[in-house]
């Protein structure tokens, strides 16, 4: 599927109802993602703080574990709104726990169009390298 063809609005009221299940008592700025699997299931996250303000997880974090504990693939498509529902840049940390579950030819929908994620991560470090 093409980023043309891809239902981008739809993918943003997955992550838009994500972000209302966010748990930030910390920093108050709520986060929902979402992600087309390439088995055409999808996934969705919300970031979730801690007391311990490093601990906190992303709302990819919680993305990327659904993906697996529902079987895996391949991330497509995938997208990130903020507490208004405005479309967000995932953080680079993030940018990297999507290379490894997306690769660089992951489409990223972000305020600037949308993009690849090479575009957003250029020369990333991948499991390829770990075999070098
Ligand atoms: N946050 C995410 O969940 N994903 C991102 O890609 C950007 C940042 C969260 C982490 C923290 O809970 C809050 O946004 C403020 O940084």
Sequence with gaps: M????????ALRTVAREAMTHAYVPYSGYRV????LVDDGRTVSGCNVENASYGLG?????????ELHRTGGGRL?????????GDILVPCGRCRQL??????PDLLL?????IVPLSEMLPQAFG???LTQ
Aim: with cysteine; charged share 20%; aromatic share 6%.
């Design 76 to 84: 497509t498509h995938f997208t990130c709104v903020d507490g208004n």
């Design 57 to 65: 997880l992303c709302a990819e974090c919680g993305m990327v574990s």
């Design 127 to 129: 499991p390829e390298h």
């Design 98 to 103: 999507l290379h490894e579950f997306g690769g």
């Design 32 to 35: 929902g993602v979402a992600a």
């Design 2 to 9: 093409t980023a043309a063809d891809a239902d981008w609005e």
């Design 109 to 113: 929908e972000t305020p600037a169009g």
